[in-house]
């Protein structure tokens, strides 16, 4: 029976009365140290109408938690506040902890979780060919002609676009401007999924020769055309040949990834062009494999499917061209882990080192939140005696450790702002997204996540250790014994767990010191001190072959004829990272093209091996007269010979490169020299076998100038740059840097991972140093009445003193036994980083284990020390 109005008006009146005295009752036991369940069921019994109980409960229960934790804060920091010193000294640590992990994380997201800036870039692909004989390892460029038969032929890709880079030289108001870019193909930006912001991109008929057409990039355009809006239709020079601007890119496009970033692209119809008729372009050369290629996945369409679609494709390229294509598959790779590439590796350990140097600063912590509750046991037993629960005792001592995190957080994240600056300064170039590492959402995000999981981990035992006392003994000195024997052992295993933490980073940063020794003083095989190097391209359209060649010899001759140069000549440079492999033939050889022999190959002007110091091992070297118009030579590296001539006297063999000048055939050369080996891509790779032609004889553009000079490299740079211009106004001088800065680029990723886990290697020492001081530090302090004892009853300071540096290595013997077997596992990660050492190299985890001990003497001896001149008659007063 529905009631009337006024009577539901007077029970819902009621109900409101009760309801406030509920609230008011409840809010008065929370007042007094009640919990709010212990509030509501007291309420319960306390009223009649259970119902309006629990509904005011419901209501209340936000209010009493957000009032309990705004109380439990206030107390929190009015707790830390009353202990300046073990506030600062517990934020600076976690700070360091922190700061660490939040500056590895933003370069880790820069680098190897955010995506690419392109639309759906989880359906772009990287495609390489594979040489199925040597399988991943032989993963390599792709041919033009397999490119443009996969293009057509596949069924599984929305686009697909090849390119490669290339230095071009761009005359902008009668000066030359040297611009770094790319040769395309036609659905470059389509594939990529980015437009012209002025202009438009490539069109299909533009990879034809004669398709002049150029888009440029946002920088170039501000920089050398004024920010034009009519420059699209405009004709400018590149490399001597008039070109149209068809496109402008946006702000902040960079593609490809590289350094210096791409300023300009340009249609494949560059290289469908020919010098002489009959010639075949590069674009139909299925041997000459330099490009690389992106292919767009179509909708729904996986990497599995579209690999198994190129692989038909491949095979039947097999089929069709048997001398170029047998042995070749196909590899696809997501765009973002193959620009990844080798520095996905060296920053998880790094992450994994920092999260090392995090849990060293959570144990630290730990032991500084139990030191600190051994004092607070007659506060803590108090509050339980007079009602409060053991859990609302766990949740503010959990507060004060959150409290805690906060602040470290806060300074973890300054430290990281500043850190960052040095990471991106110290990391070698070219590696994708490091210009953009900040601190930002995702950042601020991982420090907040980081800094409550190790709020917990560092303040959980320590928590539930000291909620544990008991009311009474809390309140006598029996109890503070029993909690202090308690806590000890509780202390001592944490020792051993960041000792085992630090002996692991120590012998990894170890091993990376003696290898990125040995690898700096490692023979490169030439002497590259006081070596100028530079580089300049010869437009084809205006130097062909000969003219090249007599261009150089000029060129050569007025360079070493300046003041200061000992030697001048042009060649591939060591350490430069860039090489040509070209296969050949030897005699008595019957193999198809497709399963000769390959090996490095470099064209050299005379005089290239003694301006470089290369030693001549046999025979001689290249000079003047081996011109197009001599019999054709070659000079072969010590690696080549072992491995292709071994057995017989190198000098007068004869060996037929897989490379044509001007003759379709290509001729025999003949073995005039042997040299010592020379590492031409990395300091850390071996040798590889490497044949040498002379530039009059076979020049390919774009040679390096190597200049040995009597004074500083820099010293001759502007006169260099004069005589250059001299002998042709638009050519631009670029890449100019002494052949140091080569070898100091070279070694920079190996400088970089050994620099940084050296630094976290030393923050986890000291911080193992520091918390091996306080528990040993502490101990002496709880056993003064002890070592009173002792001394009193005839002990010699130094039996005192023996005793305890004896428990404190006793706890680093325990820690470097189990860091050892951790770091036998975890070194392995590093074999691919080690050059010439070995992952358990026995000197180096000797060396580690010796510096441990001796940081464990010198970090329990002053505490020691302090024992050994407790005053037996004060200590027992005092106590």
């Known amino acids: 029976m529905k009631l009337p109005l006024w009577r539901r008006r007077q029970d819902r009146e009621l109900d409101e009365e009760i309801a406030s005295h509920i609230r008011l009752a409840i809010a008065d036991r929370v007042e007094r140290g009640e919990t709010a369940d212990e509030a509501a069921r007291a309420a319960r019994r306390e009223f009649g109408n259970v119902v309006v109980v629990k509904e005011v409960t419901r209501e209340m229960w936000g209010w009493i938690a957000l009032e309990q934790l705004v109380q439990d804060v206030r107390y929190a920091c009015r707790a830390l506040r009353k202990a300046p010193g073990f506030t600062a000294v517990a934020v600076a640590t976690f700070a360091f902890g922190i700061g660490a992990n939040a500056a590895?994380?933003?370069?880790?997201?820069?680098?190897?979780?955010?995506?690419?800036?392109?639309?759906?870039?989880?359906?772009?692909?990287?495609?390489?060919?594979?040489?199925?004989?040597?399988?991943?390892?032989?993963?390599?460029?792709?041919?033009?002609?397999?490119?443009?038969?996969w293009r057509s032929r596949s069924r599984t890709f929305e686009r697909m676009a090849a390119y490669h880079e290339r230095a071009f030289t761009v005359v902008v108001g009668g000066r030359p401007v040297h611009a770094p870019g790319a040769i395309v193909s036609a659905d470059f930006f389509s594939?990529?999924?980015v437009q012209p912001v002025l202009g438009r991109g490539f069109r299909s008929d533009e990879e034809r020769a004669g398709s002049d057409v150029v888009v440029i990039s946002d920088s170039l355009w501000r920089s050398e055309f004024g920010a034009a809006p009519t420059v699209v239709g405009s004709v400018t020079t590149i490399n001597s040949r008039p070109f149209t601007i068809v496109g402008v890119m946006p702000a902040g496009f960079r593609f490809p990834i590289s350094v210096p970033a791409a300023q300009l692209w340009v249609t494949c119809a560059e290289e469908a062009r020919t010098e002489a008729p009959g010639d075949t372009p590069m674009t139909a050369e299925r041997g000459a494999h330099f490009i690389r290629v992106v292919g767009r996945l179509g909708p729904g369409v996986t990497i599995a499917a579209a690999q198994a679609d190129l692989d038909a494709v491949s095979a039947a390229l097999a089929r069709e061209y048997p001398d170029e294509n047998s042995n070749r598959g196909v590899k696809l790779t997501p765009q973002l882990e193959s620009l990844v590439g080798g520095t996905r590796q060296p920053l998880i350990v790094l992450f994994a080192a920092v999260g090392c140097v995090l849990l060293i600063a959570c144990v630290n912590l730990a032991n500084l939140l139990l030191v600190r509750g051994a004092g607070r046991g007659r506060e803590i037993a108090l509050r339980l005696a007079l009602g409060a629960s053991r859990r609302r005792i766990v949740v503010q001592l959990l507060t004060e450790s959150v409290v805690l995190s906060a602040f470290g957080a806060v300074g973890g994240l300054l430290l990281a702002a500043w850190s960052i600056r040095l990471f991106v300064q110290i990391a070698p170039t070219g590696v994708r997204g490091l210009d953009q590492v900040t601190i930002d959402g995702a950042v601020l995000a991982f420090t907040a996540a980081v800094g409550f999981l190790s709020a917990l981990a560092f303040g959980t035992l320590p928590a539930l250790l000291e909620a544990r006392v008991a009311?009474?003994?809390?309140?006598?000195?029996?109890?503070?014994?029993?909690?202090?024997?308690?806590?000890?052992?509780?202390?001592?295993?944490?020792?051993?767990?960041?000792?085992?933490?630090?002996?692991?980073?120590?012998?990894?940063?170890?091993?990376?010191?003696?290898?990125?020794?040995?690898?700096?003083?490692?023979d490169p095989g030439f002497?590259?001190?006081?070596?100028?190097?530079?580089?300049?391209?010869?437009?084809?359209?205006r130097y062909p072959y000969l003219k090249q060649i007599a261009f150089h010899d000029e060129l050569l001759a007025d360079l070493?004829?300046?003041?200061?140069?000992?030697?001048?000549?042009?060649?591939?440079?060591?350490?430069?990272?860039?090489?040509?492999?070209?296969?050949?033939?030897?005699?008595?050889?019957?193999?198809?093209?497709?399963?000769?022999p390959s090996a490095d190959f470099g064209m050299v002007g005379p005089g290239y091996f003694r301006t470089m110091q290369i030693p001549i091992v046999a025979g001689r070297e290249f000079t003047a007269a081996d011109n197009d118009a001599a019999a054709r030579v070659i000079v072969v590296n010590e690696s080549f010979a072992r491995r292709y001539l071994a057995g017989r006297d190198p000098i007068g063999q004869r060996i037929k490169p897989g490379l044509s000048t001007t003759e379709k055939e290509t001729p025999w050369r003949e073995v005039v020299g042997v040299v010592r080996d020379v590492k031409y891509k990395a300091l850390n790779e071996p040798s590889r076998p490497t044949y040498f032609i002379p530039y009059g004889q076979g020049l390919i553009t774009s040679l390096f100038l190597a200049i040995r000079t009597a004074a500083p490299p820099a010293a001759v740079v502007e006169q260099v740059r004069q005589v250059v211009h001299r002998k042709d106004p638009e050519l631009a001088l670029y890449d100019v840097r002494s052949m140091d800065e080569y070898v100091t680029l070279s070694v920079a990723p190996a400088r970089f991972q050994t620099l940084l886990l050296s630094l976290f290697a030393g923050l986890a020492l000291a911080l193992t140093a520091v918390g091996?001081?306080?528990?040993?530090?502490?101990?002496?302090?709880?056993?003064?009445?002890?070592?009173?004892?002792?001394?009193?009853?005839?002990?010699?300071?130094?039996?005192?003193?023996?005793?305890?540096?004896?428990?404190?290595?006793?706890?680093?013997s325990a820690g470097v036994a189990v860091g050892i077997v951790g770091a036998a596992f975890a070194t392995r990660l590093l074999g691919s980083a080690l050059f010439e050492v070995h992952p358990l190299d026995p000197a180096t985890f000797a060396a580690v284990v010796a510096t441990l001990f001796a940081v464990a003497l010198l970090a329990s001896f002053v505490p020691a020390r302090r024992a050994t001149r407790v005053d037996p008659i004060s200590a027992l007063r005092t106590e």
Do not use: C
Request: glycine share 10%; proline share 7%; aromatic share 6%.
């Open 527 to 541: 002497d590259g001190t006081r070596v100028l190097t530079a580089k300049f391209s010869l437009p084809d359209s």
């Open 191 to 193: 594939t990529l999924g």
């Open 471 to 522: 009311p009474r003994a809390g309140l006598d000195d029996s109890g503070r014994a029993t909690a202090g024997r308690r806590h000890g052992r509780v202390r001592a295993a944490l020792v051993v767990a960041e000792t085992a933490l630090g002996v692991v980073l120590l012998i990894g940063a170890g091993l990376l010191l003696r290898s990125f020794y040995r690898l700096t003083t490692s």
């Open 560 to 596: 070493n004829v300046l003041p200061g140069v000992q030697a001048a000549a042009t060649s591939p440079l060591p350490l430069s990272g860039l090489h040509y492999s070209i296969s050949f033939e030897l005699p008595g050889a019957k193999v198809p093209p497709s399963q000769q």
């Open 772 to 812: 091996l001081y306080g528990v040993v530090a502490y101990g002496v302090a709880q056993r003064t009445r002890e070592f009173g004892i002792r001394l009193a009853l005839g002990a010699r300071p130094g039996e005192v003193l023996q005793l305890v540096l004896g428990s404190g290595l006793r706890m680093v």
């Open 104 to 149: 590895m994380f933003s370069v880790i997201d820069a680098v190897m979780l955010r995506p690419l800036p392109f639309p759906q870039p989880e359906r772009l692909v990287s495609v390489t060919e594979v040489d199925q004989r040597r399988g991943d390892a032989g993963s390599s460029s792709v041919a033009w002609p397999n490119f443009f038969d």
